[in-house]
């Protein structure tokens, strides 16, 4: 778990439209609307909200809602449609438009590149162009392009993407957006050095480049190793009077420290924290586990009292970032306090956050605090997740108590759907254990690891391989066990 740390700062890799979230409302009335909606349990995105399965009907609450004769305007679908993908209930969002394209509320351009959007998401790629090419020409605007180009970008469908690019290219329906996503695109499929060639055209088109270019630009020359050029990214936003934001500087910082800069990270790091009106959680967040990752306790500390300050009871995800940050630089006092804050506060005790405090202490040796932790944590009624299964696994197993970990590997297996292709047990875990079967010929349990493998369908030709290594050596024919596999038996105990 300590390796998500590092991992934990999600950076901007696909440019986020400002048209695919809202529409002709303005952004005032988008924001009034969005706050009466959210805090009325009569509204009607209250009602949409909770309409439970993907298979609710959506036009019957609209239609109802018209029936009981209540304010109907654009701006309330349009805020229901935001806030229902803001809480990923991408279903019901596109059912809205679907009753609006069966009733007198007549879709714009916004609506069409927000569809396009929500059927990417929904139904697949496939549908969302299915539904680009009925559009009528008129329809087919630079927003209904631009939110396809952003599918196609954000699936790594770079034929695809730079097909449809070029035919912006020649509607002349390019901005800065769209020059943005296609930078994400070649950053993330590896041909970073393309990116260049985008620039320079944005700058003969006399398109100008936005924060998210620049921030997008410092990642394409980290790539291609070469600091200079990022720092000049730094130098041409001031030259351009581009003002640097928190995400900025959280993004150098990233940078330098994966380039072995310390010293010029933690200077970025400094001018991230010393921001005046700093009130992003996120913006905290990267700072606590920036600090970690360049062993800075105090600016851990000190960010985490300031992420306090504007949030006095922080989240979960916030505990579960400061813990790990805490975990990663060895403060066992500070984990310690921390997880008791938590944990004395706490409505609902999270596994997630039980996990960091576990590992930390069986990562010690530290078997019987973490035994309690679990306990404590079941007795509270959070029942272990498949990561806590897997911390006691491979702590038993490392050290050869096969018993104990056969018994989290099992209950690990018991949480499987087998409908779902799940992570647990990693194959790392898989080779740790057939490693000590070949090793100690243990027959036995080599037989009930192979049940358990099996009812989870992951007895995969080389464990079984492996275990018939483990049979034969004990004393068994290799026919016999060929017939016990076939027949079903090799599983019993």
Same mark, same amino acid.
């Given at each position: 778990?300590?390796?998500?740390?590092?991992?934990?700062?999600?950076?901007?890799?696909?440019?986020?439209?400002?048209?695919?979230?809202?529409?002709?409302?303005?952004?005032?009335?988008?924001?009034?609307?969005?706050?009466?909606?959210?805090?009325?349990?009569?509204?009607?995105?209250?009602?949409?909200?909770?309409?439970?399965?993907?298979?609710?009907?959506?036009?019957?609450?609209?239609?109802?809602?018209?029936?009981?004769?209540?304010?109907?305007?654009?701006?309330?679908?349009?805020?229901?449609?935001?806030?229902?993908?803001?809480?990923?209930?991408?279903?019901?969002?596109?059912?809205?438009?679907?009753?609006?394209?069966?009733?007198?509320?007549?879709?714009?351009?916004?609506?069409?590149?927000? /569809?396009?959007?929500?059927?990417?998401?929904?139904?697949?790629?496939?549908?969302?162009?299915?539904?680009?090419?009925?559009?009528?020409?008129?329809?087919?605007?630079?927003?209904?392009?631009?939110?396809?180009?952003?599918?196609?970008?954000?699936?790594?469908?770079?034929?695809?993407?730079?097909?449809?690019?070029?035919?912006?290219?020649?509607?002349?329906?390019?901005?800065?957006?769209?020059?943005?996503?296609?930078?994400?695109?070649?950053?993330?499929?590896?041909?970073?050095?393309?990116?260049?060639?985008?620039?320079?055209?944005?700058?003969?088109?006399?398109?100008?480049?936005?924060?998210?270019?620049?921030?997008?630009?410092?990642?394409?020359?980290?790539?291609?190793?070469?600091?200079?050029?990022?720092?000049?990214?730094?130098?041409?936003?001031?030259?351009?009077?581009? !003002? &640097?934001?928190?995400?900025?500087? @959280?993004?150098?910082?990233?940078?330098?420290?994966?380039?072995?800069?310390?010293?010029?990270?933690?200077?970025?790091?400094?001018?991230?924290?010393?921001?005046?009106?700093?009130?992003?959680?996120?913006?905290?967040?990267?700072?606590?586990?920036?600090?970690? /990752?360049?062993?800075?306790?105090? @600016?851990?500390?000190?960010?985490?009292?300031?992420?306090?300050?504007?949030?006095?009871?922080?989240?979960?995800?916030?505990?579960?970032?400061?813990?790990?940050?805490?975990?990663?630089?060895?403060?066992?006092?500070?984990?310690? !306090? &921390?997880?008791?804050?938590?944990?004395? @506060? &706490?409505?609902?005790?999270?596994?997630?956050?039980?996990?960091?405090?576990?590992?930390?202490?069986?990562?010690?040796?530290?078997?019987?605090?973490?035994?309690?932790?679990?306990?404590?944590?079941? !007795?509270?009624?959070?029942?272990?997740?498949?990561?806590?299964?897997?911390?006691?696994?491979?702590?038993?197993?490392?050290?050869? *108590?096969?018993?104990?970990?056969?018994?989290?590997?099992?209950?690990?297996?018991? !949480?499987?759907?087998?409908?779902?292709?799940?992570?647990?047990?990693?194959?790392?875990?898989?080779?740790?254990?057939?490693?000590?079967?070949?090793?100690? /010929?243990?027959?036995?349990?080599?037989?009930?690891?192979?049940?358990?493998?099996?009812?989870?369908?992951?007895?995969?030709?080389?464990?079984?391989?492996?275990?018939?290594?483990?049979?034969?050596?004990?004393?068994?024919?290799?026919? *016999?066990?060929?017939? *016990?596999?076939?027949? @079903?038996?090799?599983?019993?105990?």
């Amino acid at each position: 778990m300590a390796n998500k740390a590092s991992r934990l700062l999600v950076f901007r890799t696909m440019a986020t439209p400002r048209w695919l979230s809202t529409s002709t409302a303005t952004e005032t009335e988008m924001a009034t609307s969005t706050m009466s909606t959210k805090s009325n349990k009569n509204s009607l995105y209250h009602r949409l909200l909770t309409l439970g399965g993907k298979d609710a009907t959506v036009a019957d609450t609209l239609d109802e809602w018209e029936k009981e004769g209540k304010p109907f305007k654009r701006v309330q679908i349009i805020g229901s449609v935001k806030l229902l993908r803001k809480a990923k209930k991408y279903q019901h969002a596109i059912q809205i438009y679907d009753w609006m394209e069966n009733s007198e509320n007549k879709m714009n351009d916004a609506d069409r590149a927000i /569809r396009i959007d929500l059927l990417s998401k929904t139904e697949g790629v496939d549908s969302a162009e299915k539904y680009f090419n009925s559009l009528e020409g008129s329809a087919k605007t630079k927003k209904t392009y631009g939110a396809l180009l952003n599918c196609y970008c954000k699936e790594k469908m770079l034929d695809k993407a730079i097909e449809i690019f070029e035919k912006m290219r020649e509607l002349n329906f390019l901005s800065a957006l769209n020059y943005n996503n296609m930078m994400s695109l070649y950053l993330s499929v590896g041909q970073p050095e393309k990116v260049r060639l985008l620039l320079k055209e944005m700058e003969e088109n006399n398109i100008v480049a936005d924060l998210y270019t620049y921030n997008q630009l410092m990642n394409i020359y980290a790539a291609l190793n070469d600091i200079d050029a990022v720092e000049g990214v730094l130098e041409k936003m001031k030259t351009n009077k581009v !003002k &640097c934001d928190w995400f900025t500087y @959280g993004n150098l910082a990233t940078i330098y420290v994966n380039a072995g800069l310390i010293d010029k990270a933690n200077a970025a790091l400094q001018k991230l924290e010393n921001m005046k009106n700093l009130h992003d959680w996120e913006s905290f967040h990267t700072l606590i586990t920036l600090y970690a /990752r360049v062993s800075n306790l105090s @600016g851990v500390n000190r960010a985490w009292e300031s992420l306090k300050s504007i949030s006095p009871k922080p989240s979960t995800v916030s505990y579960v970032i400061m813990l790990l940050a805490l975990s990663k630089l060895g403060d066992v006092g500070g984990l310690e !306090k &921390c997880f008791k804050e938590w944990e004395s @506060g &706490c409505s609902t005790y999270d596994a997630r956050v039980v996990n960091v405090i576990l590992e930390s202490h069986l990562n010690q040796n530290m078997i019987e605090e973490a035994e309690s932790i679990y306990e404590s944590m079941v !007795k509270r009624g959070a029942g272990p997740n498949l990561r806590t299964l897997d911390l006691f696994t491979n702590f038993y197993l490392k050290r050869h *108590q096969m018993d104990l970990a056969l018994k989290y590997l099992e209950m690990g297996a018991s !949480k499987m759907k087998p409908e779902k292709k799940m992570w647990f047990p990693t194959d790392e875990t898989v080779s740790i254990f057939l490693k000590y079967f070949e090793e100690e /010929r243990d027959v036995d349990r080599a037989e009930k690891f192979c049940s358990i493998m099996k009812k989870i369908g992951r007895l995969d030709p080389k464990v079984s391989d492996s275990l018939l290594g483990t049979q034969i050596a004990a004393g068994q024919s290799e026919p *016999q066990m060929h017939q *016990q596999m076939k027949d @079903g038996t090799l599983d019993e105990p």
